[in-house]
């Protein structure tokens, strides 16, 4: 036996110390390689709808309903299920309201009759698991009287009775609100095993931040980055031209609250910069998504604050456009292509009238120059992004959870698409020195993103990497884009709206292909017999009868407008996918009122399955990439007995 493979084994051992322990250990795993496969729930372009998100996630898109069914079919009401459904979803809040409602005697009843409903549930719940991973989801506090009330304990011949006595206990104690959160919330960590996110959570709406604590305390999540991820991501690693996008977007969906209260970054500088600079400029074509009865003199501030950061963005962007030629981004330095005295602009060999002429900032004979003003502002603002605590702890998540892509059990996530050539061909990029395609340009993007966050004794790499975040945000040639250009300058200075247009990566024409979608598969490694693509970033138009499923059922397109600023185009507020061993199912979603709602009138989310994809056999934790880690296990395991049995290794007690 090899020097090294037997120090290894001589290092298991210590945790399994003789053939009893070892044995027992493989006879284990083999019998979880036979249990049904983990659920698995995708969602993507969030876009900082905490609320509409959270509740999918506490429903399971749908599958606690799935559940409250098949445990009580017609033996309860329609109304008696709904009530249960959102005691789950919002039992602390559904608690409080029947309190409320419900006279000392009938608030005893009903807790009783909720337990019982629960246990129930959380049985169905938890019957492909093994007892050792549903007592690690069991919470502290009531572990061992939950384990007991899920097992099948056959000694007990009155177990109504049981049931009722461990129930009244609870109650007596006044710990039955305690005892339902600790329930409910088992019940929806057992219907979704692990969450993928594929891609942007931040920029838009209300709540990224919210997203993020969440998804901090989830059991078993990882993220595919998108673009509006990853320019949070540069912004946090001090990038200023990512940290001037962050604000901009902020300011232009009036969420700079995001910024200021949900991070603690102060902007009242950028404030006092803007009301001084443009104190006479209305600003008019830097409009907010404000609403009509928002405060008119704080709207006027936003416009400010939003052109003001916008000039400084553009500045920053030529500067990095500048020491990056190979990027190959120089036409879209537009700065330099204005006649300031006439107001226009030379764009690809056309003229154009700017709609706003006032440029108090720029220098024509250099203008990709901060003013001092704003160079003051900006190195305070990346003081604040670079030293926010709350916001690093998010990013640092990100990183650890997360990549460009992912290879799990038989499907390839990633945000955005393969850069492709017109004939369907990956297409070569040149970073560095070299040109990649393909995986190895993912990875070798990914590679230079984790530089420019984590990097700090090569400072050349370190800034290059800071450079590739903001390119990977904006560049035609970036996966998670996948557009010819970022039209920023132009949405805000032109009115011609073709001037406007950014043409899709050939990918979203040639993925109804199913030669392309096979050749993307077996570039990553994954097996296009069996395997699917799931993806988010462009909106489904689902109003104009376009699908989220592509190429027969291989690729699934999953942006189905959680943003508010989407639902208009795609006409519903958001795709999920749900995977568990019986198969594949997408489902849509209407959109979500209020968790008000939820309580009060228990009006759950409208959910449609758009597709269901059933497995000829179920699928077994064998069958998955944990499937294969167990198999490597019992092979370790294996080799550790046939060392006990030849005596190069002893047993201990």
Excluded at 201 to 226: A, C, K, S, T
Excluded at 613 to 638: C, H, W, Y
Aim: aromatic share 10%; glycine share 6%; hydrophobic share 35%.
């Amino acid at each position: 036996m090899e020097e090294l493979n037997l120090k290894f084994l001589e290092s298991l051992a210590t945790q399994y110390p003789n053939i009893a322990r070892a044995s027992t250990e493989i006879i284990n795993l083999q019998a979880i390689l036979n249990l049904p496969k983990e659920t698995e729930h995708f969602v993507s372009d969030i876009h900082g709808e905490y609320e509409q998100f959270l509740h999918i996630l506490k429903n399971g898109s749908g599958a606690i309903r799935n559940k409250i069914e098949d445990v009580f079919g017609n033996t309860l009401s329609a109304r008696d299920k709904k009530s249960l459904a959102a005691l789950i979803y919002y039992p602390e809040e559904k608690v409080e309201r029947m309190k409320l409602e419900l006279s000392e005697e009938d608030l005893l009843d009903w807790y009783k009759v909720s337990l019982h409903r629960l246990i129930a549930v959380c049985k169905e719940s938890s019957a492909k698991y093994t007892r050792s991973k549903l007592r690690k989801s069991l919470p502290p506090d009531f572990a061992y009287i939950l384990e007991e009330l899920l097992s099948e304990n056959n000694r007990v011949v009155q177990k109504e009775e049981y049931y009722n006595e461990i129930f009244d206990t609870i109650i007596r104690l006044n710990r039955a609100k305690e005892f339902i959160v600790a329930i409910s919330t088992v019940i929806q960590n057992l219907v979704v095993t692990r969450l993928h996110v594929i891609g942007d959570i931040f920029d838009r709406g209300p709540g990224p931040h919210i997203i993020m604590d969440y998804l901090m305390e989830h059991n078993n999540v990882d993220f595919q980055w998108g673009n509006h991820d990853i320019v949070w991501m540069g912004a946090a690693s001090g990038h200023k031209a990512c940290i001037a996008n962050v604000i901009r977007l902020s300011a232009r969906y009036n969420n700079l609250d995001v910024l200021e209260d949900g991070y603690g970054i102060n902007l009242v500088p950028l404030a006092s910069f803007a009301m001084e600079t443009y104190a006479n400029d209305p600003c008019e074509c830097f409009k907010v998504h404000a609403p009509d009865d928002h405060d008119p003199k704080e709207v006027a501030l936003n416009m400010k604050m939003h052109k003001a950061i916008a000039i400084i963005q553009f500045k920053l962007e030529g500067q990095v456009i500048k020491r990056r030629p190979e990027f190959n981004m120089e036409n879209r330095n537009l700065l330099d292509k204005i006649d300031y005295e006439r107001g226009t602009i030379v764009i690809d060999g056309k003229e154009y009238e700017l709609l706003d002429k006032s440029f108090p900032t720029i220098d024509p004979k250099d203008p990709y120059r901060l003013s001092e003003a704003e160079e003051s502002l900006m190195d305070r603002l990346c003081m604040k992004f670079v030293n926010c605590e709350k916001l690093q702890e998010h990013v640092r998540f990100l990183f650890k959870k997360g990549g460009l892509y992912l290879c799990y059990n038989s499907n390839l996530l990633y945000h955005g698409c393969v850069p492709l050539d017109e004939k369907g061909n990956f297409r070569k990029v040149k970073i560095g020195n070299k040109e990649y395609a393909g995986k190895e340009l993912y990875d070798v993007l990914e590679y230079y993103a984790r530089k420019g966050y984590y990097e700090q004794d090569n400072k050349e790499e370190h800034e290059y990497g800071k450079d590739i975040m903001w390119y990977i945000w904006s560049n035609e040639n970036s996966p998670v884009y996948g557009k010819e250009k970022m039209a920023t300058f132009e949405r805000y200075f032109v009115a011609d709206k073709d001037v406007q247009i950014e043409r899709k990566d050939h990918y979203y024409r040639l993925i109804e292909k199913e030669e392309v979608a096979n050749r993307i598969m077996e570039e990553f490694g994954v097996d296009p017999e069996k395997g699917h693509i799931i993806n988010g970033h462009m909106p489904v138009h689902v109003k104009e009868g376009e699908s989220p499923v592509k190429c027969n059922g291989k690729v699934m397109i999953i942006d189905g407008g959680f943003s508010k600023a989407y639902r208009g185009t795609t006409g519903i507020a958001g795709y999920t996918l749900i995977y568990n061993s019986r198969g594949l199912r997408l489902v849509s979603h209407e959109t979500f009122t209020s968790t008000e709602d939820v309580i009060e009138k228990e009006i759950d989310v409208h959910s449609d399955t758009v597709i269901r994809e059933i497995s000829t056999q179920r699928e077994r934790v064998g069958d998955t990439e944990t499937g294969k880690k167990i198999r490597e296990q019992i092979a370790d395991l294996e080799q550790l007995l046939h060392a006990y049995r030849t005596g190069q290794i002893l047993e201990r007690e």
